[in-house]
């Protein structure tokens, strides 16, 4: 169960960035490349040309993008499917908690949020 666990979760990754580069892209932002910091790995992107709505999509794009490779997972082991769903849990509270430690996805959103509040 470890392999396929692991193997989702490195496809997740994968997707969850690409979904940022994808609609980032698609809106009329840029791609700016691939960023490792420590164990984190996540991609630069100029967001300058977009809308505060349109970044907070680009921002949301990574989490729900892994639901698509969830969902095959699913279909692909369907007696894992508990792991993959709480793998998949698990990773939205990491990354959709605004912590304020680190510069996740809802850490983002929720200073997006403050700064659409407070202009
Ligand atoms: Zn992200």
Wanted: proline share 4%.
């Amino acid at each position: 169960m470890l392999i396929p666990l692991l193997v989702v979760a490195i496809l997740m990754l994968a997707a969850h960035e690409a979904g940022h580069v994808v609609l980032t892209r698609f809106l009329g932002g840029r791609w700016l490349g691939i960023e490792f910091k420590g164990i984190m790995v996540g991609v630069r992107l100029s967001v300058k040309s977009l809308s505060l709505k349109q970044i907070a999509w680009t921002l949301a794009a990574g989490p729900l993008s892994e639901t698509y490779i969830v969902v095959l997972a699913c279909l692909w082991r369907p007696h894992d499917a508990h792991w993959f769903l709480l793998l998949l849990g698990l990773e939205w509270v990491l990354n959709l908690t605004p912590w304020g430690l680190f510069p996740n996805d809802g850490t983002r959103l929720w200073r997006l949020w403050r700064k659409h509040a407070l202009s």
